[in-house]
């Protein structure tokens, strides 16, 4: 089949709208038959442009940031859409990229006008990582959810689509067409310090089910790019590829029945795109290779076995795992050779394009192989609706983002998740007696956020937040008002995680202080579930895989028995010291 035959085939059959009116577009691809020749007549560099995703530091595209001139020597991000032709961008909000939904948009048309006139004219896709829950790159106003986690606790697959449906119509009315979301890993190891809540369950079949309900919210309700992630599977590790190199001991039989099902439902689900994962396999893969440098992993296992024939995006290029072995320019090249479409976010982009480039002027990797990467592009980006609707109207997205109705729905969906995991002493449901009511442990917003719901219950609140690794004189200063107050809610986050988040261990000591108090407390986890098996003396326990303000509602709710819990454990709570041994198993959850 011609790429134009093949770029026919999948071109959308629904009309083409036009740009708001203030922004033009030069040369714009309304057809098939053009964008087969932007393939034919674009140079090698303008090629190998369109496969690097990029970020820049900064809200506007035109505004000067010395950071972008130490990374890219340029200093507007239209400087660097310039330079590099990239035919990916990604936005963060800890790189000063987002201030609110309609800042987005504007930056949007700004990116794509920077792109059309490249000379390339060619329309950039512009992705994010909004996967809900503990990662999500846009705040309020758009529409927040509890995430994955929360999703397996409630068991509804209706409502993981509507979700990502919700978040994925928010995202284009922003101007970004794909979200690196549903992440399709399978959290088998309770002390994964990269994944935890942001899998759905440590249970294939139900991560698989929620991974096909997600990859239709957002592809056919949404119309925008879903990407599982992370291929061939980070679901058990105890090491962060942010750091360091993971290495997945499963055997190939556990790979084929932990890690596999999950990706091979995505595909058969339609799912757009996969993004690679920065780990060793060693059954998959002996050379000790991270899977996105594996050829018999990406193209042997992902391309031939599973039969996926859309995009392969890499995890970040700039994350340690992956630069460990080799240098960056032998990276990029190394990623491409093992079959990736797209290099997200190199860290040295002036080397690694040129390296590039040199290995296909040289012969190492073929100007065709170039092309098929490009095409599954070129394919995508018109699949999507980039190519020919590149804008947005910021005007518009008030009426589309954060919706009085999205807000709602998200508030019932997450309202399903909430898990009693211990109520020994019958503390809950409280009742509607005026009480004093402390609020403390991790999180500055959070322990505010769930503050103002309890006021709102007629309770008088303190708060006093101790962070991630308490200090002494924090520990004692909570204990001091918890004597003075009626009710102690203290949350924990990641309490169990004495490797990086809390190395002494003080979140532990101070539920374990707070308990010796002998006043009522109430234990809440406000993100991954396993936090009560180092401090199981606790008689009530409360998980909801999140800690943004829709999840504390929600929690609020339950403690006063608005509503009473129906999450369901999405994953085993192993004993603490002892994974094989469930504390509370996969399904546990208490009610009343």
């Known amino acids: ?23 033009k577009q030069d040369q714009p691809i309304t057809s098939p038959e053009q964008a087969a020749k932007a393939l034919h007549g674009m140079t090698l560099e303008e090629k190998i442009g369109q496969m690097f995703v990029l970020f820049a530091y900064g809200p506007d595209a035109n505004k000067p940031d010395p950071r972008n001139t130490s990374l890219y020597g340029v200093a507007t991000p239209a400087e660097v859409v310039a330079k590099y032709k990239p035919g990916g961008w990604i936005y963060f909000n800890a790189r000063d990229n987002v201030q609110n939904p309609t800042q987005l948009a504007t930056y949007s048309n700004q990116l794509q006008t920077a792109a059309l006139n490249t000379g390339v004219h060619v329309p950039m896709t512009i992705a994010t990582d909004q996967e809900q829950g503990v990662v999500v790159r846009i705040g309020p106003p758009a529409t927040q959810f509890g995430g994955n986690m929360a999703h397996g606790a409630s068991r509804s697959t209706a409502d993981a689509r509507t979700a990502a449906g919700i978040t994925g119509r928010e995202l284009k009315a922003m101007g970004i067409r794909q979200d690196y979301a549903p992440v399709a890993d399978v959290n088998v190891n309770a002390l994964n310090p990269v994944i935890g809540v942001r899998s759905f369950s440590s249970d294939p079949q139900l991560v698989s089910d929620m991974t096909v309900a997600q990859v239709q919210g957002y592809q056919r309700d949404a119309g925008i790019t879903a990407t599982a992630k992370h291929f061939p599977g980070h679901g058990d590790t105890v090491d962060d590829s942010h750091t360091s190199l993971p290495t997945i001991n499963h055997t190939r039989a556990e790979w084929d029945a932990i890690d596999a099902p999950p990706f091979k439902a995505a595909i058969k689900a339609g799912i757009d795109s996969i993004m690679t994962a920065h780990i060793s396999v ?68 002036d080397v690694q ?41 910021p005007a518009q997205v008030p009426a589309k983002v954060g919706t009085p109705e999205h807000l709602a729905t998200a508030q019932q969906i997450v309202d399903k ?26 999180g500055v917003a959070t322990t505010q956020s769930l503050a103002n719901s309890l006021t709102k219950r ?60 002998g006043k009522t407390v109430i234990v809440v986890a406000v993100r991954d579930p396993y936090d009560i098996a180092y401090f199981d003396q606790a008689p009530t326990y409360v998980a909801t895989y999140g800690y943004q303000a829709v999840s504390m509602e929600s929690l609020t709710k339950v403690l006063y028995g608005e509503i009473a819990p129906t999450g369901k454990l999405p994953v085993d709570i192993p004993v603490a010291g002892q994974p094989a041994t469930p504390l509370y198993p996969f399904g546990h959850g208490l009610s009343w």
Not at 293 to 303: A, D, E, F, N, Q
Not at 417 to 422: E, R
């Open 458 to 517: 007629g309770a008088t609140t303190t708060v006093a937040q101790t962070g991630a690794a308490p200090t002494d004189a924090a520990i004692a200063d909570a204990v001091t008002k918890a004597q003075a107050n009626d009710v102690t809610v203290v949350l924990t986050q990641k309490a169990w995680d004495t490797k990086v988040t809390d190395k002494l261990a003080k979140q532990q000591k101070l539920v374990k202080d707070l308990l010796a108090t």
């Open 417 to 442: 998740s909430i898990t009693l995991v211990k109520n020994d002493t019958s503390t809950l449901p409280l009742s509607n007696t005026p009480r004093k009511v402390l609020v403390t442990g991790w």
């Open 1 to 23: 089949m011609t790429a134009a035959a093949t770029v026919a085939a999948l071109a959308p059959t629904a009309a083409v709208s036009a740009p708001p009116p203030e922004l």
């Open 282 to 349: 060693p059954s998959l893969d002996p050379s000790g290779d991270p899977a996105t440098l594996s050829k018999p992993i990406m193209t042997g296992v992902l391309r031939k076995e599973l039969g996926f024939k859309g995009l392969i995006i890499t995890d970040a290029l700039e994350m340690a795992a992956v630069r460990a072995k080799y240098g960056d320019a032998e990276v990029a090249i190394r990623a491409i050779e093992a079959g990736a479409d797209q290099l997200l976010l190199p860290p040295a982009p």
């Open 353 to 393: 394009f040129k390296a590039v480039v040199d290995a296909v002027k040289s012969g190492r990797i073929s100007e065709r192989r170039i092309d098929e990467s490009l095409l599954r592009i070129l394919l995508l980006k018109l699949k999507s609706g980039g190519l020919l609707r590149p804008f947005v109207d």
